[in-house]
């Protein structure tokens, strides 16, 4: 089954940095575009960042174009998200999500806080 583990998260202060990263199996990882989520408290899921297969191409949503870097390793069936320059406004609950077969498929989320 299509298990998707996210890790990374924690607390930092404004201006700080945290790698996520987003270990998946049940699926050959390398076929699939991977995105990344975040949802904050009282706010709709929204999509941060997206990779292609062979992590040729991305894309990022407007608020963290130039701060965050997604990449991949189809080796490790890992993806990641470089968080830099955090503000806190990007506090959310992170999440990877993969749309197989008609299903979208989610981790656990990560908890990342950006606070002083």
């Known amino acids: 089954q299509v298990q998707l583990v996210e890790s990374g998260g924690g607390l930092v202060q404004p201006g700080g940095s945290l790698r996520l990263s987003c270990v998946a199996s049940?699926?050959?990882?390398?076929?699939?575009?991977m995105k990344w989520y975040r949802q904050a408290p009282g706010k709709e899921r929204e999509l941060v960042a997206s990779?292609?297969?062979?992590?040729?191409?991305?894309k990022y949503a407007d608020s963290v174009k130039g701060r965050f870097t997604v990449s991949r390793d189809n080796a490790k069936n890992t993806v990641y998200l470089q968080m830099n320059s955090l503000k806190p406004e990007d506090t959310a609950v992170y999440f990877c999500?993969?749309?197989?077969?008609?299903?979208?498929?989610w981790g656990q989320g990560t908890q990342v806080t950006i606070s002083s």
């Open positions: 999500n993969v749309f197989r077969n008609g299903i979208y498929y």
């Open positions: 049940g699926f050959i990882f390398s076929n699939y575009v």
């Open positions: 990779i292609t297969t062979t992590g040729g191409a991305t």
